[in-house]
């Protein structure tokens, strides 16, 4: 690990960084350091993951040299209910962050997915500890995956087609620029998630608004129209039979039908 370095102070949150060469996940790694008790702001990252995870128990394909790979300890003051706002926020703050880097202009696949030119380019993955009353949360961890380049090898056969890349530098000084970029704008919608999370940049890039989706929950599968998005950013269908339903995230994914 190199040594702890001070990056920045938002709103009063000290942001300390520590990058490892690997780590089994960025995630879990955090996840053990907020039960010891360290502190908000502690931001990691890995040059690759051995055993990096995504949403719905998924993997996430993390080698060396292509990919920024962070996790980011919060200790939200606000009710677990709000929580769902840090990955969208965190969706948000990926977005405009690469769109300034690079001046592509991703969108949001709902809830969490960063897309380019129809790939997936970046996902996040927040978890959490919900204090004994259950209305609060201990900790979350924020992690979030950006693939900077295809990985050398090209991705994975599964990924054929799905994932992509922001671009073709995987170096150090973009990713740690990305990380910064991103950790500027995401603090500034942090500050202020319970009163004014940031929907309209949000809905600004949703993909598939207005069109036909699969949703798939649980072990069941319908078509709907991706009609738009609630002030909980929940995603509002519209059903064949013309009913409206609003999705919360949860085990939920959706695709293009
Ligand atoms: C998803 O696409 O479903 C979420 C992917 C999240 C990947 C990031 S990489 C850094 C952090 N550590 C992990 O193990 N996962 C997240």
């Known amino acids: ?12 949150i000290r942001i300390q960084r520590q990058t490892f060469p690997s780590l089994p996940s960025t995630n879990t790694y955090l996840i ?19 055993h990096g995870r995504g949403r719905l128990g998924r993997s996430f394909h993390s080698p060396v040299g292509s990919g920024l790979y962070m996790s980011v300890l919060l200790r939200p003051r606000f009710s677990a209910d709000a929580s769902l706002r840090i990955t969208t926020a965190a969706a948000v703050a990926v977005a405009e962050a690469i769109e300034e880097l690079t001046g592509r202009k ?12 129809g790939k997936k380019v970046g996902g996040i993955l927040t978890e959490g500890a919900l204090t004994e009353d259950g209305a609060g ?39 740690d620029r990305l990380a910064d970029v991103i ?14 999370p940031p929907i309209i940049p949000y809905r600004k890039r949703l993909a598939f608004l ?13 078509i709907a129209v991706a009609e738009d998005i609630d002030s909980d950013f929940r995603l509002i269908l519209r059903l064949p039979d ?11 994914s959706i695709k293009l039908s």
């Open 1 to 12: 690990m190199n040594k702890d370095r001070l990056e920045a102070i938002y709103d009063g």
């Open 32 to 50: 053990e350091r907020a039960k010891e008790g360290a502190e908000e702001g502690l931001v990691v990252l890995a040059d690759s993951q051995s």
């Open 106 to 117: 991703p969108s949001i696949k709902w809830v969490n997915d960063i897309l380019l030119d």
């Open 137 to 175: 949360l201990r900790y979350a961890v924020l992690g979030i995956g950006v693939n900077l380049t295809p990985p050398h090898n090209s991705f994975p056969k599964e990924l054929e087609g799905i994932a992509g890349a922001i671009g073709d530098d995987a170096s150090k000084e973009l990713r």
């Open 183 to 196: 950790m500027t704008r995401f603090f500034g919608y942090y500050a202020t998630l319970e009163t004014c």
């Open 210 to 222: 207005g069109m036909s989706v699969r949703v798939l929950r649980g072990g069941e599968e319908f």
């Open 242 to 252: 013309g009913r409206l339903e609003a999705l919360s995230c949860g085990e939920i």
